[in-house]
Nanobody, 123 residues
Framework: QVQLVESGGGLVQAGDSLRLSCVASGRTFNIMGWFRQAPGKEREFVAA????????YSADDVKGRFTISRDNAKNTVYLQMSSLKPEDTAVYYC??????????????????WGQGTQVTVSS
């Protein structure tokens, strides 16, 4: 059974940092990524990483602040978030796919999703 389990969310102040983790079980994946969904908004792409960590993708509004990485030995993907802003407040979801040809920024490219972890940034 495939599972993605996120952790690391919480309540922080603007300018603080957080690191999200997502542990995958049941299989390994080619692309792993993070999406987020704020209240009343669509789920949006944040960042993604290829199996060998050479291919990295990130949304424009998080570039320079968020860094995605993965540890294949632990089947885990991380999202290091710094200089957090109130507009980063959302539920953050881990996503994964084994497909070899994907549009990493597109939600429908992913086959597996975690349950989400809440990140709240106060001003």
């Amino acid at each position: 059974q495939v599972q993605l389990v996120e952790s690391g969310g919480g309540l922080v102040q603007a300018g603080d940092s957080l690191r999200l983790s997502c542990v995958a079980s049941g299989r390994t994946f080619n692309i792993m990524g993070w999406f987020r969904q704020a209240p009343g908004k669509e789920r949006e792409f944040v960042a993604a990483i290829g199996s060998n960590s050479a291919n990295l993708y990130s949304a424009d509004d998080v570039k320079g602040r968020f860094t995605i990485s993965r540890d294949n030995a632990k089947n885990t993907v991380y999202l290091q978030m710094s200089s957090l802003k109130p507009e980063d407040t959302a539920v953050y979801y881990c996503a994964a796919t084994s497909r070899t040809t994907v549009f990493a920024r597109v939600r429908t490219s992913y086959d597996y999703w975690g349950q989400g972890t809440q990140v709240t940034v106060s001003s």
